[in-house]
């Protein structure tokens, strides 16, 4: 090793990878120093909030952010449907998408909705009327490419398919999200499991079959909304609980069509500091912006990067100068495609990628704008994050959402307090009371409650747990895969963790935690 | 107290934020404060003292919980690191204004130094990760109090604080910790 270097400046080199090592490692503050800490900034937070106009600028403790001017858009337009003004491109109303209905059928039969709609023109009084058009954008320029993914909510009613796209904390876990979709109803289900992959992850990124095994840790579980809540549950289970702070949160489409151009202009519009991170999300710079972007209509948890992929859209392709459609007619997941290639548009500004983000390709539906399949690469060309589809079908060919007769609970009444009880051996038993780590060994139960993320049962030996992982098991075993292995089954080589009954005499099961 | 993990994947913890903000930027702050308080230091590099560290950790996770959108895509890791890192540079200019600092060329302390090439700096950082492994090998409390005075700038009585032991115990491990690390910094060309 050449040349001479010092060890505080060797520390300037180091990248958040190295960074999120040390800090796992070696923490650095006492429980009082956080509590400490963490006052402080309670109080920073409660300052601002009281401060003028405060109320117009925090997003960051709101569950969602409102959509009531959405709303009375959405049905003011339907009071005044108006044709024509906008040049190019066919138009066409949305009701299914079929060009032979008239305009004044939409008009007269969507009037009738009464209560409503008065209750919104009240409202809305000062409003200029908006048109509910939809536009037929052209598929083989990036301007329809762009405006397509940004209003992809518009070209379906119904979706189902299941996709599968990477984890962004490993590189062998991936989340396979299966989904029903109804955009006018509201309701969704997505059922998202996390698996173990074996096989290449490249392979499965190239659409190859998934070999893996469900991650036991984070296992499987459902996103349910019946069009008003969004709702959590273990897969399958009818006991749900209500996935945001307030009631009534499901999101719903409305007429209100964003104009690509007015997208592009904003994004140019913004001042994005020159040490902004690279891979500062682009919807930050939309939080207090007049140009607002569609909210996530399907309600789902996973599959709004395929359905709704306007996100995506105004982070990678707003500069129509890093990219181009490089085929204009691929046939994906058996749907007609574009590809797109390029580079992230923030490369440009000489901003520091994340993970080396670099290139990126999009295989995105002619029909509907959905983002069917995704690859971004580092400057190695190494794959970072990926997409692909493995079915995916619209409306006629959609299947429905299930009903579900769900007995449903606010968070509150949804989690248990811990208990802590004593076995007939003397020894004590429970959901851990506090983070497992040496420090809290004494306060720890001598048999853990095996809490896993949507699954679990039977008891870890915390002597077991800190024998193996040392002096912070929790976060130790975070970096591991886990699977759970019965009597006999083969199982990978790595540290075997038996799972006890409450009486620590009989094992149920072992849960084996390794890595590739 | 609701139960409540040590560590979330960042989806869990999207989810802790909207169903509960109170417990959900409690648990993120758990969660990622040494790692911010790392990314900080970093690119402090030096500047300012413990208590600069720590207002900009204050800074850092008060502007994530007023801004943060959980529908937003992309990392939360990453958000905050973003977040730590812009703080930890308006917090640099300020401490160096009156020294003349010049926007520009400091204006990416922090992250690898531009004035190296990229084979330079690419260098570095498997040097760093090298150094890290062998600091590593230490093992614990030794590892830690190595950390903490090389990269955090920590006294010994801060330190000792943290690991549990005297200030003197500290620097007793210290000094035989870098006997122990002398011919795996020589081999690295690293000096302290």
């Known amino acids: ?516 | 107290m609701k139960e409540r993990r040590s560590v979330m994947t960042e989806n869990e913890l999207k989810n802790l934020i909207r169903s509960n903000p109170d417990d959900g930027f409690r648990q993120l702050f758990e969660q990622y404060h040494g790692y911010a308080f790392t990314i900080i230091h970093r690119t402090l590099g030096g500047t300012g003292c413990a208590k600069d560290a720590e207002d900009c950790i204050v800074d850092t996770f008060a502007d994530v919980i007023l801004h943060y959108d959980t529908y937003a895509k992309g990392s939360l890791r990453s958000y905050i690191g973003a977040v730590a890192r812009n703080k930890a540079i308006n917090l640099k200019r300020s401490l160096t204004a009156a020294e003349f600092y010049t926007v520009g060329d400091e204006e990416t302390n922090g992250i690898p130094d531009n004035s190296d090439s990229i084979e330079e700096s690419a260098e570095k950082s498997q040097t760093f990760r090298l150094l890290l492994d062998k600091v590593e090998g230490l093992g614990k409390p030794d590892s830690t109090i190595i950390i903490h005075k090389f990269f955090f700038d920590m006294s010994s009585i801060e330190i000792a604080k943290t690991v549990g032991m005297t200030p003197a115990a500290v620097r007793m491990r210290l000094s035989r910790s870098l006997k122990k690390l002398k011919k795996s910094l020589e081999e690295l060309g690293v000096t302290l």
């Open chain 1, 1 to 516: 090793m050449k040349g001479e270097n010092k060890i505080n400046e060797l520390f300037s080199h180091s990248d958040n990878e190295d960074a999120q090592r040390i800090s796992d490692a070696h923490p650095v503050f006492s429980e009082a120093k956080k509590d400490e800490l963490y006052k402080r900034i309670q109080d920073r937070v409660a300052a601002e909030k009281s401060g003028n106009d405060f109320a117009d600028k925090v997003t960051g403790v709101e569950v969602r952010h409102g959509h009531g001017i959405m709303r009375y858009i959405g049905i003011a337009a339907a009071l005044a449907v108006l044709i024509g003004g906008i040049g190019g491109g066919h138009y066409l109303i949305r009701n299914n998408m079929n060009p032979d209905r008239t305009f004044s059928e939409i008009e007269t039969e969507e009037s009738t909705e009464t209560s409503e709609i008065q209750e919104a023109t009240e409202e809305t009084e000062e409003e200029p009327a908006e048109e509910a058009v939809i536009q037929d954008f052209d598929m083989s320029t990036q301007m329809g490419v762009f405006g397509k993914m940004l209003n992809s909510i518009d070209y379906y009613d119904y979706a189902s398919g299941v996709m599968i796209q990477s984890e962004t904390a490993r590189n062998d876990l991936c989340t396979e999200s299966a989904f029903n979709v109804d955009l006018t109803t509201g309701k969704s289900l997505d059922v998202l499991t996390r698996y173990n992959i074996y096989n290449d992850y490249h392979d499965v990124a190239n659409d190859q079959p998934l070999e893996g095994e469900m991650d036991q840790y984070l296992g499987v579980f459902d996103v349910y909304c019946d069009g008003t809540n969004e709702l959590e549950m273990p897969h399958d289970s009818n006991i749900a609980r209500i996935a945001t702070a307030e009631e009534n949160q499901a999101q719903h489409r409305t007429s209100d069509q964003l104009d690509p151009q007015t997208v592009i202009d904003y994004m140019n519009s913004i001042d994005i500091p020159s040490d902004a991170d690279y891979y500062t999300p682009t919807i930050a710079y939309f939080e207090n912006g007049d140009v607002q972007l569609r909210g996530i209509c399907s309600n789902t948890r996973a599959a709004f990067n395929l359905l709704e992929p306007g996100y995506t859209a105004v982070d990678y392709l707003y500069d129509f100068s890093t990219w181009e459609i490089t085929n204009e007619s691929f046939e994906y997941a058996g749907r007609d495609c574009v590809v797109l290639e390029g580079t992230h548009p923030r490369i440009s500004a000489g901003l520091i990628p994340y993970r080396g983000l670099s290139s990126f390709t999009f295989v995105v539906d002619k029909a509907t704008g959905c983002l069917l399949k995704m690859q971004t690469f580092d400057t190695d060309g190494e794959l970072i994050e990926w997409m692909v589809t493995k079915d995916i079908r619209f409306d006629a060919d959609a299947e429905p959402v299930p009903e579900k007769d769900l007995e449903i609970h606010r968070t509150d009444e949804y989690f248990t307090e811990p208990e802590i009880n004593t076995n007939s051996h003397g020894e004590t038993y429970g959901s851990c009371n506090g983070a497992i780590v040496r420090e809290n060994y004494d306060k720890l139960p001598d048999l853990i409650y095996n809490c896993l993320f949507y699954d679990g049962g039977g008891y870890f030996r915390k002597d077991d747990l800190f024998e193996a992982f040392g002096d912070q098991p929790e976060a130790v075993m975070k970096r591991y895969a886990v699977v759970r292995v019965d009597d006999g089954e083969p199982s990978p080589a790595g540290t075997d963790i038996k799972i006890y009954d409450e009486e620590g005499e009989n094992v149920l099961f072992t849960l084996v935690y390794y890595q590739k």
